[in-house]
Nanobody
Framework: EVRLVESGGGLVQAGGSLRLSCAAS????????IGWFRQAPGKEREWVSC????????YYEDSVKGRFTISSDNAKNLVYLQMNSLKPEDTAVYYCAASLSLGPRGPYTGSDYYTSSSDLYDYWGQGTQVSVSS
């Protein structure tokens, strides 16, 4: 059974930090890229970041560059999203997702153009809430 389980969300003041974790199981972790998305109330889901851990490639949405860092622990099938200098506009439910197409042997590997396309992600977690107060 494929599972992606997010954790680490919570309530933090503006300027604070949180580290989200995504625990993956049920598929060959090294074959996939793992992305983070978020969805704020009343807004569409948006892509945040992506990592192809076997290659070490990372990608970020412009508004989080310099504040968020994505990393992975391949031995534990974990992906992290370190979020610093949080802003109220970062408030959302954060989801991790896995993509074979964006993985090291996929047709879109290494293409930052496609990392934000939710259609290319095969598996999704249930989400974790991040709330940033002003």
């Amino acid at each position: 059974e494929v599972r992606l389980v997010e954790s680490g969300g919570g309530l933090v003041q503006a300027g604070g930090s949180l580290r989200l974790s995504c625990a993956a199981s049920g598929f060959t972790f090294d074959d996939y890229a793992i992305g983070w998305f978020r969805q704020a109330p009343g807004k569409e889901r948006e892509w945040v970041s992506c990592i192809s851990s076997s290659e070490g490639s990372t990608y970020y949405e412009d508004s989080v560059k310099g504040r968020f860092t994505i990393s992975s622990d391949n031995a534990k099938n974990l992906v992290y999203l370190q979020m610093n200098s949080l802003k109220p506009e970062d408030t959302a439910v954060y989801y991790c997702a896995a993509s074979l197409s964006l993985g090291p042997r996929g047709p879109y590997t290494g293409s930052d153009y496609y990392t934000s396309s939710s259609d290319l992600y095969d598996y999704w977690g249930q989400g974790t809430q991040v709330s940033v107060s002003s």
